[in-house]
């Protein structure tokens, strides 16, 4: 994560001024022959990708440590930028729509999401500000958080440390769910989403995903077996920077 965040961006053109918009919960995003390259590496993270996830499309992406799942999920979050290729939404290049207004409309939980020190609720509230407390809690049951919440000395109102460290790995990842569950964004990406929890934890998120978020666009990567409980999810593998389909509509 760290390499990532710290590769230089290249410098953008002055004609290119960033105006176009663009509606997620309506438009396609489309990578073109997209190759994305790190400093001192001499093999491609992404290596000519071409994919379109369409609106309320679910797609997961499976396939080894290091096969380049993560670097994706980092060009759609704008960390990186690819050094060849396109991303396009809605027909209009990724370059040309603003940050704030492209990231608005992203969920995103990592593989080791970062708690702040606040409350339980405000952690759950970080990204829908003036959330309501019965909407706070409902994100919280459907991300499996709701019962040790309130088993919690305060409950929601619970004070967190800088990390959460008192909390288990998994108890952060639900918490991170959460938030992402209570954002009212059309598109999630999920990194790993169930690699803390338990099969039973994992089962239900799955279920909640597939189900309550059918109408937003999500993008799981996992490198274990494919979930099964989104039956109409696309399955993608990805290794070597390569991306292949068994259904072969890639």
Known sequence: AFEILDTPLPAQPVTAARTNDVDLSRADITLRAVSLTYPNRARPALDEI????????????????GAGKSSLLALLLRFVVPASGAVTAGGGDLARIPDDRWLAQIAWVP??????????????????????RADIAAAARLAGADEFIRRLPGGYDTQLTEGARSLSAGQRQKIALARAFLRQAPVLLLDEPTAHLDRA?????MTAVATRMADRTVILITHQSPPRADRAARILALDGGRLSDPAGLV
């Open 201 to 205: 934890s994992a089962r239900a998120i």
């Open 111 to 132: 593989q080791h999401p970062h708690l702040f020190a606040a409350t339980v609720s405000d952690n759950i509230a970080l990204g829908q500000p003036g959330a309501r």
């Open 50 to 65: 071409s994919l379109t996830v369409r609106p309320g499309e679910h797609v997961v992406l499976t396939g080894p440590s």
